[in-house]
């Protein structure tokens, strides 16, 4: 989930909004300040309503924020890379680059959201509290009741054991201690995943068709989220499992055809990329130092009349923006960045020298042989047993 626009920086993680956010304030606006609130506390204008129903809206995405937050500062703090936050339609998303290397880390990234949102809930319970206290109007009251109540609801909710929820992690975390196979705990958290969100599609099918609320439907968006994400966390466990023991050195293309950074997109396109079939070379400067990568697709992207004028360097990603890694690091560590990555490859270096380049092409063969290989395996097996 890409942001649609950027809110800002903090703790030094991007925070970024998808223009779906705008359905959750449209739907506590509407549901709170039109619908509910006036029967539960008549008398008062329709514009205080509406007002609070607006603050209420918009200090719940400050609680979903808080939430996100606590998984990505507790996520850098275990030696996780955390890219950004984007709030969205169903609630947050902290996208983070790597995996927690052990089930304790895993745990505590996995449980901060939740805590987050309990201490919300106790903060909003506690100015509630002080409201009635001082005597505050009864509108305002219910801003920050309504608030706290929303708040443990979140954090229950995120604790239900099915992946991609909180809870879902928590799971892969004890079970990833208890048989010491994080993929194979990825790949039962993402079944839990799975029957929970069609639990969740089937309820709100049920109270669509059967009780005529407008409930209904937001259970199935949610189910249908769920039942996605999970999909593709157990599709990334198998794949997990297949590649565990494979290093970078087995699936790159060894030393990769470079460029000079200084040719122009006119030079490079009929004096190199026809000769070479290549999707991708690494960009060096005068001296031969790697200083970014350039793709067909950023060369596809310079019109025209401007390729004679435009150097390969001016378009190319820059070397802070490309992953890179070593020769004997295990490529699943490598898969999250190279997942993020605008051009969808990795550069390999060993010490300061480029000895090779990854790209989706290598590890789609390397999936495709392993699964030869361990199809050729129980095949073999099964002959002799016979």
Known sequence: MSSTFTLGTVAGIRVGAHWSVLGILVILVVALGFRSWPVIVPGYAAVAYVAAAVVAALLFLVSLLAHELAHAVVARRQGV?????TLWLLGGLASLRSEAKTPGADLRIAAAGPLASVVAAAVFGALAWLLVV???P???VLVAAYLAVLNVVLAAFNLVP??????????????WAWRGDRDRAAWWSARAGRGFGIALILLGAWQLLFVGTGNGLWWVLIGLFVVTVAGAEEQQARLG???ADV???EVMSADPDTTEGARSVHDFLHGVLLQRR???FPVVDEQGRVEGLVTLNRLRSVPLAQRATTTVR????????VPVTEPDARLTDLLPALRDAADGRALVFDGDRLTGIVTPTDVSRAVAVRGLVAGSGSGGSGGAGG
């Open 241 to 243: 499992s297949t590649l």
């Open 138 to 140: 009864t509108l305002v």
């Open 278 to 280: 290549h999707s991708a």
């Open 162 to 175: 099915a992946a991609p929820l909180d809870g879902g992690r928590i799971l892969r975390a004890a079970l």
């Open 81 to 85: 890379e955390v890219n950004d936050i």
């Open 314 to 321: 001016e378009i190319a990603a820059p070397l802070a923006d």
């Open 134 to 136: 001082v005597d505050a």
């Open 247 to 249: 290093r970078v050195s």
